[in-house]
């Protein structure tokens, strides 16, 4: 019986020697035009995943090569556009820093942008893809202001700004339903101070007329209403503060006796607080 353990044991083990001989991945170096060319027919093929593979294999296997620099930025565009965008911020921030002075180096600063921006949440969620992605942003602009990556920068950089207005401005309401006043005009106020030529401008003063009128200070929500007044005479928010100003009995202020010099921010603050 102790014969016959002795020989399983042995037939055991030799097959877990074979299955594991068998699995084990074999280094076979290749000529680096072959891989990157492999590597460009999966990206052509839109197996974007495949072919960040294969330009990290080129990377791999070749890393002083002039191959390898380019196929640095490709795995990052590729990884972009496999929607994998931690690996192609990874690859391109990897370019930028060990070819700084390059001119792809633009290009790597922009896939860093984008990749940021196409992981902005909605306002209800968390923000700081969205600070991340503004931050890039600028500094492709920054950088490279004559680039046409500066050119689509500076339109992201506007959406994303108000996307950071909305995240205030949906802090705010919920602040204001739920009658916590104070709390809620300091969120209308920094979206006035932070994101001052945004779309969510005329509703931040509106709101904190609402917000003035509910705590009862009737010459602070006037002054904010007529700020509104001058600067968005035929908004819908304006047509709101009046209706909202004269259901409460409170007298309507002339948006024409404005100062025009300042902004309009900054004169209320002035007015307010000065």
Known sequence: MRLIFLLLAMAMLAGCQSRRISTETVYVEREVESIYATAIERMEAGSYGDAADQFDEVERQHPYSEWARRAMLMAAYSNYQAGNYEEAISDAERFIALHPGNRSAPYAY??????????????????QATVNALNALEQVV????????????????DMTRDHLAGKEMAIGRWYLRRGFYLAAINRFRNVLDDFETTTHTPEALHRIVESYVALGVDQE??????????????????EDTYRLLTEEGIAIPNPDLQPENPSYWQRLRDRLFG
């Open 221 to 238: 929500a006037t002054q904010v209403a007529a700020v509104l007044g001058y600067n968005f005479p035929g908004s819908i928010w304006y």
């Open 142 to 157: 920054r950088r490279y202001p004559d680039t046409r990556y500066a050119q689509d920068a500076r339109l992201k950089i």
């Open 110 to 127: 922009y896939l860093v942008a984008i990749s940021h921006f196409e992981q902005i949440l909605d306002v209800g969620r968390d923000q």
